[in-house]
């Protein structure tokens, strides 16, 4: 079977920092993406681990291990616009099958 | 380029009724990805091609659902008969397999309402 858990949702204040962590366990695995949702709409890429450490794209960190099968993505300096769901998502192969966990949904509050 | 178009963008159809989802993918992506969100269940892999052939279609919840590539730019995603249960939001995304590409790009979703 394949399982990715994460929180389901997570609250915060502007300009604070949040972490939302993503465990894993599938049958395949390249590397460990991290997509945004709002509102429900179109799902937006914004971080791809493929080997351990931390990726950082701006405000936006990525963070995995492979030993651990845990990954977290990390928000700094929290905005309003921030508020949306969070998705971790496997990738078992490069262009390939992309398994999604159940999403976070962050709130952030003035 | 567009980015991924899907049309239509909401349907309501009665049940037993077939639905037909449409999918263009971005110009030069080779790899076609149908997803179904729910609250209930997430976001559900249902079916993927890669050089339009279909790759792994167990994410497919039965025989009423089927899905093409008639070509290298088009999908379509088909339900019949449409039940309720079948109501959600349909994406489809697409992606390319040249080398250090890992990010999917999604269309906007259909909204199928099943009554």
């Known amino acids: 079977g394949q399982s990715l858990e994460q929180p389901s949702e997570v609250t915060a204040v502007e300009g604070a920092i949040v972490q939302i962590n993503c465990t894993y366990q599938?049958?395949?695995?390249?590397?460990l993406s991290w997509y945004q949702q709002h509102d429900g709409g179109a799902p937006t890429f914004l971080s791809y681990?493929?080997?351990?450490g931390l990726e950082e794209t701006g405000r936006f960190s990525s963070f995995l291990s492979r030993s651990d099968s845990y990954g977290y993505l990390l928000l700094q300096e929290l905005q309003m616009k921030d508020s949306a769901s969070y998705f971790c998502?496997?990738?078992?192969?490069?262009?390939?099958?992309?398994?999604f966990g159940q999403g976070t949904e962050l709130s952030v509050k003035p | 380029d567009a980015g991924v178009i899907q049309s239509p963008r909401h349907e309501v159809t009665e049940m037993g009724q077939e639905v037909t989802l449409r999918c263009k993918l971005i110009?030069?992506?080779?790899?076609l990805f149908w997803y179904r969100q729910t609250m209930m269940r997430g976001l559900e892999l249902l079916i993927y091609?890669?050089?339009?052939?279909?790759?792994?279609d167990s994410g497919m919840p039965e025989d009423r659902f089927s899905a093409k590539m008639p070509n290298a730019s088009f999908s379509t995603l088909k339900i019949q008969p449409s039940e309720p249960r079948d109501s959600a939001v349909y994406f489809c995304?697409?992606?390319?397999?040249?080398?250090?590409?890992?990010?999917?790009?999604f269309g906007q979703g259909t909204r199928l309402t099943v009554v």
């Open positions: 599938t049958s395949g695995f390249y590397g």
């Open positions: 995304a697409s992606s390319s397999q040249l080398e250090g590409n890992t990010e999917a790009f």
């Open positions: 681990n493929a080997l351990d």
């Open positions: 110009s030069g992506h080779n790899s």
């Open positions: 091609f890669n050089n339009n052939v279909p790759i792994d």
């Open positions: 998502a496997v990738l078992y192969n490069q262009g390939g099958k992309l398994i």
